[in-house]
Nanobody, 117 residues
Framework: QVQLVESGGGLVQPGGSLRLSCSASGIIFSLYNMGWYRRAPGKQRELVATITSGGRTNYADSAKGRFTISRDNAQKTVYLQMNSLKSEDTAVYYC???????????WGQGTQVTVSS
């Protein structure tokens, strides 16, 4: 059974930082491209950042320079370090695991991030 469990969300003031974690089980983690997506109230889910199985990263323009995605294959965990948070970063953040070569794509349950004073 595949599970992606996000943690680390919460309430933070503008300008603050949070680190999200996504712990995976039931998959060969090192083979998967991992990503963070978010859905803000009233909006569609959007990409935040991805990291390939080989470690190559990609960021949405809104995340560049503020967010850093990383992975620890030994711990089967992907991280999203978020700095200089803004109110517009408020959303539910979802972890994604993708191994499209075999048609596998999985989502976590999401973790709420609220940026507010």
């Amino acid at each position: 059974q595949v599970q992606l469990v996000e943690s680390g969300g919460g309430l933070v003031q503008p300008g603050g930082s949070l680190r999200l974690s996504c712990s995976a089980s039931g998959i060969i983690f090192s083979l998967y491209n991992m990503g963070w997506y978010r859905r803000a109230p009233g909006k569609q889910r959007e990409l935040v950042a991805t990291i390939t199985s080989g470690g190559r990263t990609n960021y949405a323009d809104s995340a560049k320079g503020r967010f850093t995605i990383s992975r620890d294959n030994a711990q089967k965990t992907v991280y999203l370090q978020m700095n200089s948070l803004k109110s517009e970063d408020t959303a539910v953040y979802y972890c994604n695991a993708d191994f499209s070569r075999v048609g596998n794509n999985y989502w976590g349950q999401g973790t709420q991030v609220t940026v507010s004073s």
